[in-house]
T-cell receptor, first 113, second 112 residues
Framework: RKEVEQDPGPFNVPEGATVAFNCTYS??????FFWYRQDCRKEPKLLMS???SGNEDGRFTAQLNRASQYISLLIRDSKLSDSATYLC??????????????FGKGTKLSVIP | NAGVTQTPKFRVLKTGQSMTLLCAQD?????MYWYRQDPGMGLRLIHY???????AKGEVPDGYNVSRLKKQNFLLGLESAAPSQTSVYFC???????????FGPGTRLTVT
């Protein structure tokens, strides 16, 4: 299994739709989980951290299932401005007391008028 | 706060030339990173630093060197550029292992 694997996409959805992204990770010792958003030709920016109990930020809901090593992101009432690539990010122990972030390849979302 | 800044934004090099990319952060972060991003490959870690004066290799370190002489700056050097190093380079910084990383705007490098 790849370290972080995401739906390949692209997802093309109409405005107002609900869309869900899934991500699996291979390292059971991972302790921090994030969703990042990357607009075309821009840097990745943090969308939200993912907590064990699940968390919500407006139209965005993130879930974590440690037993299945699975992370999800749900976007409700999609807006045109949600069009971007969404990166699933997981930390892993890299030795010498240090953790690194591993980035999924991303899922591209296009919200259509 | 400017956050994380990178210079230059764009650069074209010829094979064999050298250059240094500069990353600066004003958030007093201990950890800093250099990534490259290529189509279909996602972000890959080149080198990182967990504090002033320290550096370590990431996933794809060959052909690159780094230095962290000051806490706020992290330099990435290409000693002899190759076409395979054509990429977008991102610098990032963070407070520590369990925190989110903040990225700079990137440097687009083309090696001909």
């Amino acid at each position: 299994r790849k370290e972080v694997e995401q739906d390949p996409g692209p997802f093309n959805v109409p405005e107002g739709a609900t869309v869900a992204f899934n991500c699996t990770y291979s390292n059971s010792a991972s302790q921090s989980f994030f969703w990042y958003r990357q607009d075309c030709r821009k840097e990745p920016k943090l969308l939200m951290s993912v907590y064990s109990s699940g968390n919500e930020d407006g139209r965005f809901t993130a879930q974590l299932n440690r037993a299945s090593q699975y992370i999800s992101l749900l976007i409700r009432d999609s807006k045109l401005s949600d069009s971007a690539t969404y990166l699933c990010v997981v930390n892993r122990y890299s030795g010498a007391g240090s953790y690194q972030l591993t980035f999924g390849k991303g899922t591209k979302l296009s919200v259509i008028p | 706060n400017a956050g994380v800044t990178q210079t230059p934004k764009f650069r074209v090099l010829k094979t064999g030339q050298s250059m240094t990319l500069l990353c600066a952060q004003d958030m007093n972060h201990e950890y800093m990173y250099w990534y490259r991003q290529d189509p279909g490959m996602g972000l890959r870690l080149i080198h990182y630093s967990v504090g002033e004066g320290t550096t370590a290799k990431g996933e794809v370190p060959d052909g690159y060197n780094v230095s962290r002489l000051k806490k706020q700056n992290f330099l990435l050097g290409l000693e002899s550029a190759a076409p395979s190093q054509t990429s977008v380079y991102f610098c990032a910084s963070t407070l520590g292992d369990y925190y989110e990383q903040y990225f700079g705007p990137g440097t687009r490098l083309t090696v001909t």
